[in-house]
């Protein structure tokens, strides 16, 4: 065996002569704006029509913050698809001599990893087609039996192992304790089921030798286990519209944040900010946040050239969405600290872009207080809204078809279908009692154990961990119900609407039933049958 189990099968996810069409993009973003402020603005006005009792005015204020949330956040959106459209440019020098290629430490993070998967990866290390490199694999399993097959397993490839007894600072405990011994130029890591293609070195170390003050360089994660498992795909379409268009918006703002893996550090700009960051379980988020602060810099190189695995159950999506969420909003402290003591630490756009990405999980409480109103509304007579149906139609419907029509219609030219985006949406709902947790624990600091995303393993979880979930559900339909039985009395279109909105919440809460099964999972296939001692590199 002489090459990759991926050979130089890189692909781009740019398409091409997009340059030319940013003014199509533009007049979608700008039309969304407009019409998304227009109906704030009619909102934040029918906040103070009369009419509104206590509970009214409480859910009315609720109401309109869950929908400003959206409105930032749109905005956020709108304008990284306006600036990825019109002056993304990041292209790799293809010549690169071989000569003088610097020393750069492979690094594969292990917890009790599977063996078979952490195997692909490995074989892929060490086949990429760069000569000074050392491909390390930093072990924290607490299996004593998974330790010691990953240990033979790495002294077969011709790997180095590094096995710490004590395991403070999760992940980034892991990687400060290894860059304390490496004395290579750049550091590239990857979890344990992120398979680089052979030119990854290659393609990415030109760009940091270019750029001195150049702290990391990230690339695209692509779930490769999508084709069979819904889960997968629609969790890989959450990354899509994540790594196609936020990311290239960040990057053009320099804010840019490290996604923890298919990336490439430069070790001295790390040992400049003291490691990583080991307070914080998504230590890549907070890491890059004070790599900012030093006014290091990043780039976001938008080309795929590592295969991973995505979430293969819902109790697996549910550990990765609670651990993202916990890490980014409990940094989101820090950018708020940060920014009153030093603003001018960052530039308004780096503010920006870090603000968005760290409240972004508190879209749990926002579709809580979505759901909630036409519940409270049918069930309660509670009325978080009071305003003319006709003014309401005139502001709700375009702002909804200029909005959707401008994500669905950008995400189309890059290749995306709307069905597809749409399964990703709605596996987002589905985990919003675990982002609702999540945004509670990080209020109060509460810490939570560094908890691994589960690869080739599928399943249904139990329904009694969904319990709050079929409570929203039977309310939502109880409302349903009521709504129904208010309409055979008297003709009104605020019971329509608030129906409308309750039926739309009962299918997306039930398309929980549809995720919540047991699918093919990733199986890997060990390469090694035997304890041989064969190599697959020269």
Not at 34 to 57: E, H, K, N, Q
Not at 214 to 237: D, H, M, S
Not at 270 to 298: M, P, Q
Not at 447 to 458: I, L
């Amino acid at each position: 065996m002489t090459g990759s189990l991926f050979e130089d099968s890189s692909k781009s996810i740019l398409p091409r002569g997009r340059e030319r069409n940013w003014p199509i993009w533009l007049t979608l973003a700008l039309a969304a704006t407009i019409a998304t402020t227009v109906y704030i603005s009619l909102r934040g006005v029918a906040l103070f029509a009369p009419g509104y009792g206590v509970l009214d005015r409480l859910l009315a204020v609720c109401l309109l913050i869950a929908e400003g949330f959206l409105f930032v956040h749109a905005l956020g959106y709108f304008l990284s698809t306006i600036r990825a459209a019109r002056g993304y440019h990041v292209v790799a020098r293809r010549a690169f001599v071989e000569t003088s290629q610097p020393r750069v430490a492979v690094v594969i993070t292990s917890y009790n990893e599977d063996p078979a998967i952490l195997e692909e990866t490995l074989i892929s290390a060490v086949n990429m087609n760069y000569r000074h490199k050392t491909v390390y694999v930093a072990d924290d399993s607490t299996n004593e039996d998974i330790r010691r097959e990953i240990e033979r397993l790495a002294n077969r490839l011709g790997c180095v192992y590094v096995h710490r007894e004590k395991r403070a600072g999760y992940k980034a405990g892991n990687l400060n304790h290894l860059i304390q011994k490496l004395s290579e130029k750049y550091l590239a890591v990857f979890d344990a089921d992120q398979k680089p293609t052979n030119n990854f070195l290659t393609e990415i170390i030109p760009l940091l030798e270019e750029n001195p003050r150049l702290a990391f360089v990230q690339t695209p994660q692509f779930y490769a286990n999508t084709e069979k498992n819904p889960i997968a795909f629609a969790a890989g379409q959450q990354q899509a519209v994540f790594y196609e268009v936020v990311c290239e918006g960040k990057n053009l703002n320099d804010a840019l944040f490290s996604a923890g893996s298919n990336i490439v550090y430069r070790l001295e700009a790390l040992r400049d900010i003291g490691g990583f960051d080991e307070v914080s379980i998504t230590e890549d988020f907070a890491t890059s946040l004070k790599l900012h602060l030093r006014g290091w810099k990043s780039i976001y190189y938008n080309r795929v050239f590592v295969y991973g695995l995505g979430p293969e159950s819902l109790s697996g999506y549910f550990t990765q969405q609670m651990r993202w969420a916990l890490g980014t909003l409990g940094v989101l402290r820090r950018v708020i600290t940060s920014l009153v003591r030093a603003p001018r630490a960052l530039k308004l756009q780096q503010w920006w872009e870090y603000f968005l990405s760290g409240s972004y999980y508190l879209i749990g409480w926002v579709y809580f207080i979505l759901m909630l109103c036409p519940i409270a509304f049918l069930l309660a007579d509670v009325r978080p809204l009071i305003i003319n149906p006709v003014f309401y139609a005139a502001a709700f419907i375009p702002h909804l078809i200029a909005s959707t029509g401008s994500f669905y219609a950008g995400m189309a030219a890059r290749g995306y279908k709307p069905r597809s985006l749409f399964m990703g949406q709605i596996l987002t709902f589905n985990a919003l009692w675990i982002l609702m947790n999540a945004a509670v624990l990080a209020l109060f600091d509460v810490k939570r154990p560094f908890a691994v995303t589960p690869k080739g393993v599928s399943g249904r979880i139990s329904l009694k961990y969904l319990l709050p979930h079929l409570v929203l559900l039977a309310m939502s339909v109880a409302a349903v119900s009521t709504g129904v039985y208010k309409l055979s009395i008297a003709l009104d279109p605020a019971i329509i609407v608030n129906m409308i909105w309750a039926s739309y919440h009962v299918f997306l809460l039930s398309m929980v039933f549809y995720f919540n099964r047991s699918f093919d999972s990733y199986q890997a296939r060990p390469v090694f049958k035997e304890a041989t001692s064969y190599r697959v590199f020269p």
